[in-house]
């Protein structure tokens, strides 16, 4: 259980975060914001690679303010930072087992079966000797998340896992993920409504460095029940719309001319939601 | 397809699982196209999957820079090789910068006598500018990687700063005896070095480790600066009494940053 009270972080004048409250259990959580929201910043917090400005944060009755339950929350947790460095010198399988090490698995031969497996988990296996250089866009987000998955921790962290991944290794991450989700606590940060659709139990909504919705995708998408249309002619210029691929117009908002009522999905929840607070605030 | 299938004794071999790799992958591939053949192997999940791993352990493993071998030969433990060998300011462009800074002061010492102190001087910040180099989110391109892992943190920045100091200590060693000096005064440099070294540590855990770094170079060019004014000579801080204090200096600092490391 991971416990986050009147989280805040700031910098400079900036309030990255701004009084969170957020309890996390096991299964799969999605943040999702618009860029500035907060969302790789309370990541950062979770892995312990930022120290809040003010507020606590508790994992499994650990408080990463203390060096030393510090570490041993980093001995719990697996993170797949947004923009993951490498050495570039180094091959995958190396990379891999270097922050094993650092992982603190020092004998060898184990080390070396775990570096095994978790290639296989995402399909790395065949790409395992060669150099970091040499990987594609879509390898290298692969690779950060092997090195996440190393020692199954309890507690994985993923700052937009999906970037780069084409559809088939995106449904590969996703059964991955949802099995993970079982039996650890998964918190992933994206853009990607359809990923949180399919992927997550629950959904945190962040924007300001507040959360603005905590709740399942179903009720999400139900913040824009009622208010999704279809129609076959362009509404109004100020409205919300865009053509669809059968060439009809879905608006979110007011009802537009001989338009027809449609179900909402996550994204038309997510961006009414973010468009009431833009209007509120 | 040829006409060749695999023969008894090599088939025997194969599943004893005494074929050296390369030639258990042969089999394997043409088990892989062979019908005939991979109905003469008994096929046992289990066995077939213990197969794999043996030759995925065979194959798939990392090949150690000659570095790490020699530590590994040296019996520095494979993993805490990796460590060393894998520190930024270890690469070859750094340990050659190291080189051409101590070839240059001897030859300038060697030139002109007058310039040793210069030797002396630098010798400790050399490996203030590789600790400073070693670690942090702006000169380590992994380090947002490397920081939610245990290790992280001083554990990490000793290890890297150890192979630092070691590089840097191992190569001014080397260029001491060139010294236009005798070798009590050649080796002056010694204690400052770990003492600048472990005072960076030491701030380390309460500052940026660059900063940490430019303070303690700071800190040494006061002293030496002071010292220089005091006495009219840049060789007075290098005397009996100021190598004790540096001495003492290096162990107290030193015992600190063990304390905090394995905190």
């Not at chain 1, 917090?45 to 408080?63: D, K, V």
């Not at chain 2, 210069?118 to 702006?138: D, E, M, N, Q, S």
């Not at chain 2, 630092?164 to 080796?187: C, D, E, K, R």
């Amino acid at each position: 259980m991971i416990q986050i009270r009147n989280l805040s972080k700031v910098y400079g004048h900036r309030r990255a975060l701004d009084g969170l409250d957020l309890t996390l259990g096991t299964g799969v959580t999605g943040l999702l914001g618009p860029n500035g929201a907060g969302k790789t910043t309370l990541l950062r917090c979770l892995a312990t690679t930022l120290a809040p400005s003010g507020g606590s944060i508790e994992a499994y009755g650990l408080n990463p303010a203390d060096p030393v339950q510090r570490t041993a929350l980093r001995r719990r947790l697996g993170y797949l930072p947004q923009d993951p460095g490498f050495y570039p010198h180094f091959t995958v399988f190396d990379l891999v087992d270097y922050v094993a090490i650092l992982k603190e698995m020092t004998v060898r031969e184990r080390r070396h079966a775990e570096v095994r497996r978790v290639l296989a988990e995402v399909d790395l296996t065949d790409q395992a000797r060669l150099k970091v250089r040499k990987l594609s866009g879509g390898m290298r987000q692969r690779l950060a998340l092997a090195q996440a998955l190393l020692g199954e921790p309890d507690l994985l962290i993923l700052d937009e896992p999906t970037v780069g991944l084409d559809p088939e290794q995106r449904m590969l991450f996703r059964a991955l993920v949802s099995r993970l989700g079982e039996s650890h606590t998964v918190v992933l940060s994206t853009h990607q409504t359809e990923d949180v659709a399919a992927l997550c139990e629950r959904v945190v909504v962040m924007r300001d460095g507040r959360a603005v919705f905590d709740g399942t995708p179903g009720e999400l998408a139900g913040v824009a029940a009622g208010r999704v249309w279809l129609s076959d002619q362009a509404p109004a210029a100020s409205q919300v719309f865009w053509r669809t691929a059968d060439g009809r117009y879905r608006t979110l908002g007011d009802r537009p001319p001989s338009a027809d009522a449609t179900a909402p999905g996550v994204e038309d929840g997510y961006l009414m939601l973010l468009r009431r607070h833009e209007e509120a605030a | 397809m040829s006409g060749w299938h695999i023969p008894d004794d090599l088939r025997e071999r194969y599943l004893a699982g005494t074929l050296d790799a390369a030639l258990a992958m042969s089999v394997d591939a043409h088990l892989g196209r062979c019908a005939k053949c991979r109905a003469a192997v008994p096929y046992e999940p289990d066995w077939l999957e213990a197969s794999w791993e043996r030759l995925e352990a065979e194959l798939i493993k990392p090949r150690p820079a000659p570095f790490e071998r020699l530590l590994r030969h040296g019996g520095v433990p494979g993993h805490l090789a990796r460590l060393l060998t894998a520190t930024p300011t270890m690469s070859r462009a750094w340990v050659v910068a190291v080189v051409a800074s101590v070839a240059f002061g001897v030859v300038a010492a060697r030139q002109d006598a007058d310039l040793l102190p210069a030797f002396l001087i630098g010798a400790p910040v050399l490996p203030l500018t590789g600790i400073a180099l070693a670690y942090g989110p702006r000169v380590d391109p992994a380090h947002e990687l490397m920081a939610a892992t245990p290790l992280s943190g001083p554990r990490l920045l000793l290890t890297r700063a150890t192979a630092v100091l070691a590089v840097a200590t191992v190569l001014a060693a080397i260029a001491s005896p060139l010294l236009p000096a005798p070798p009590g005064l050649s080796a002056a440099w010694l204690l400052p070095s770990l003492a600048a070294a472990s005072g960076c540590l030491a701030l380390s855990n309460r500052l940026p480790v660059p900063i940490a770094a430019f303070a303690v170079g700071g800190v040494w060019l006061a002293i030496v600066g002071t010292g220089g004014l005091v006495s009219g000579s840049w060789l007075a801080v290098f005397g009996p009494v100021a190598q004790l204090g540096y001495g003492l200096a290096a162990l107290l600092l030193s015992f600190r940053v063990y304390r905090v490391s394995i905190a």
